[in-house]
């Protein structure tokens, strides 16, 4: 079946460093991917989305490119704030019929001032 | 994107008892679905609710623990029935069209003594 991985946490980094939570995917066909951010309390909010091949999504300065060849999905940010702790959560969903998501464990990030 | 509300936003609960969560949307959707989270872990679909139909549940659910309604297209409820402590957790609501992106709700958090 469908699985998503992701890079285990926490994730420590000091303010305006560079960020990179590892994402892979296995799955039959092409599916739409997904990056999901939970702040501390709250519930999910859509960060950033592709749905094909090449395709990057962007985001508050987030970017993931949809990469077929190596089934990865990326999250990246160049400087980040500490008001960019939270858990992030990517996610696949196949591109056929009524289907659901499938969600990667979640990887905290915790940015220090 | 959709408004999504959840009540209560968080309940303490004695062992034995039920709570039934709501779940509403500021639009019509085709799908609604319930997630449970448990503590530092991922999300796990428990099952899918669409308008007219009985809900589909997931592997490792079932309707008499996990009581759906669907009554209309912009409102479900989930019940947690006679409830442990191990069904402490976040449920969260979400919503979507058939191959569209997924919105969330806030969540509840449940806490079972």
């Known amino acids: 079946g469908d699985s998503v991985t992701q890079m285990e946490g926490p994730v420590t980094l000091s303010e305006e460093a560079f960020l990179t939570i590892n994402c892979t995917y296995t799955?039959?066909?092409?599916?739409?991917l997904f990056w999901y951010v939970q702040y501390p309390g709250e519930g999910l909010q859509l960060l950033l989305k592709?749905?094909?091949?090449?395709d990057k999504g962007s985001n508050k300065g987030f970017e993931a490119t949809y990469r077929k060849e190596t089934t990865s999905f990326h999250l990246e940010k160049g400087s980040v704030q500490v008001s960019d702790s939270a858990v992030y959560f990517c996610a696949l969903r196949p591109n056929s019929g009524y289907s659901t998501l499938t969600f990667g464990k979640g990887t905290m990030l915790l940015v220090s001032p | 994107s959709a408004v999504i509300s959840q009540k209560p936003s968080r309940d303490i609960c004695q062992r034995g008892t039920s709570l039934t969560i709501q779940c509403q949307v500021d639009?019509?959707?085709?799908?609604m679905f319930w997630y449970r989270q448990q503590p530092g872990q991922s999300l796990t679909l428990i099952a899918t609710?669409?308008?007219?139909?009985?809900?589909?549940?997931e592997s490792g659910f079932v309707i008499d623990k996990f009581p759906i309604s669907r009554p209309n297209l912009t409102f479900s409820t989930l019940t947690v029935s006679n409830m442990s402590p191990e069904d402490s957790s976040i449920y969260l609501c979400s919503v979507g069209e058939p191959q569209e992106t997924q919105y969330f709700g806030p969540g509840t958090r449940l806490l079972v003594l």
């Open positions: 592709a749905t094909k091949a090449d």
């Open positions: 609710a669409n308008q007219g139909s009985e809900a589909t549940y």
């Open positions: 639009s019509q959707v085709t799908m």
């Open positions: 799955a039959t066909g092409y599916p739409s």
